[in-house]
C-alpha cells in the first residue's frame, strides 16, 4: 500500500525566511508520481509541481524548489524568501503509473507566514 | 486556461437527506475522480470513473454514494442518505490520460455541511 508522511504539521515563519517541507513517501511501484499541492486558505488545490520516479534532478521555480531523494524515499519541498501569500496548507502526493493513478495524500502541511 | 467547475460551492442539508453535488470536467478530459477532505484533514480518494463506469473506488464509497455521467459534460456524485460524518469538501479532478500523461486538474470544491 501506498503512504505519504508530512511529519510536520504546522510551520511558522516570519516573512522573507526560507523553509523547507518535509515529505516522506512509501511505495511498492518502481515506477511512480509524486506530487506538490497548496490549498490556500479560500479552499481549492492548487497544483505545483508532479515529478516522476526516474527523475532525480532537482527542479526549480522562481521561490520554489523540490528535491527529490529516492534514495530516502524524500520529495522535500523548499520555499526561498517566503512571503505572506505562501501561506496555505501544502499537500505531497504520491500516484502510481498503472491502474488509475489514484492520489494518495499526506496530511498536509500548514505554513504560516507572518509579516 | 481550462478548469473544472463544481456546483454548488456550498449545501447545507439535514441529515437523512439526498445530495448531489456536480462538476463540469475539462471537455477533452477522459477520467474523473472525486475526492474528500473532512475539515482539518488529508484529502482522501473516493472514486475514480473512465469509459462510463467506476475504475477504482475507496473503502469510503458504499452503497450510500453514487456517480454518474448523465451527459456529454456533468459528473455528478450522489449521496443516499447523508449522515452526519458525510460533512466535508468534495472536490472533483479530471485528467486527459493517466498521470503520466498530464497533469490532475482539481476543481474549487464542493462544501457539504450535514447537520
Known amino acids: 500500500a501506498q503512504k505519504v508522511t508530512q511529519a510536520q504539521t504546522e510551520i511558522s515563519v516570519v516573512e522573507k525566511e526560507d523553509v523547507t517541507l518535509d515529505c516522506v513517501y512509501e511505495?511498492?511501484?518502481?515506477?511512480?508520481?509524486l506530487f506538490w499541492y497548496k490549498q490556500p486558505p479560500s479552499g481549492e488545490l492548487v497544483f505545483l509541481i508532479r515529478?516522476?520516479?526516474?527523475?532525480?534532478q532537482n527542479e526549480i521555480s522562481g521561490r520554489y524548489s523540490w528535491n527529490f531523494q529516492k534514495s530516502t524515499s524524500s520529495f522535500n519541498f523548499t520555499i526561498t524568501a517566503s512571503q505572506v501569500v505562501d501561506s496555505a496548507v501544502y499537500f505531497c502526493a504520491l500516484s502510481e503509473v498503472t491502474g488509475y493513478s489514484t492520489l494518495t495524500f499526506g496530511k498536509g502541511t500548514m505554513l504560516l507566514v507572518s509579516p | 486556461e481550462p478548469e473544472v467547475t463544481q456546483t454548488p460551492s456550498h449545501q447545507v442539508t439535514q441529515m437523512g437527506q439526498e445530495v448531489i453535488l456536480r462538476c463540469v470536467p475539462i471537455s477533452n478530459h477522459l477520467y474523473f475522480y472525486w475526492y474528500r477532505q473532512i475539515l482539518g484533514q488529508k484529502v482522501e480518494f473516493l472514486v475514480s470513473f473512465y469509459n462510463n463506469e467506476i475504475s477504482e473506488k475507496s473503502e469510503i464509497f458504499d452503497d450510500q454514494f453514487s456517480v454518474e455521467r448523465p451527459d456529454g459534460s456533468n459528473f455528478t456524485l450522489k449521496i443516499r442518505s447523508t449522515k452526519l460524518e458525510d460533512s466535508a469538501m468534495y472536490f472533483c479532478?479530471?485528467?486527459?490520460?493517466?498521470?503520466?500523461?498530464?497533469?490532475?486538474?482539481f476543481g474549487e470544491g464542493s462544501r457539504l455541511t450535514v447537520l
Open positions: 479532478a479530471s485528467i486527459m490520460g493517466l498521470a503520466g500523461t498530464g497533469e490532475l486538474f
Open positions: 511505495t511498492r511501484d518502481t515506477t511512480y508520481y
Open positions: 515529478r516522476n520516479s526516474f527523475d532525480e
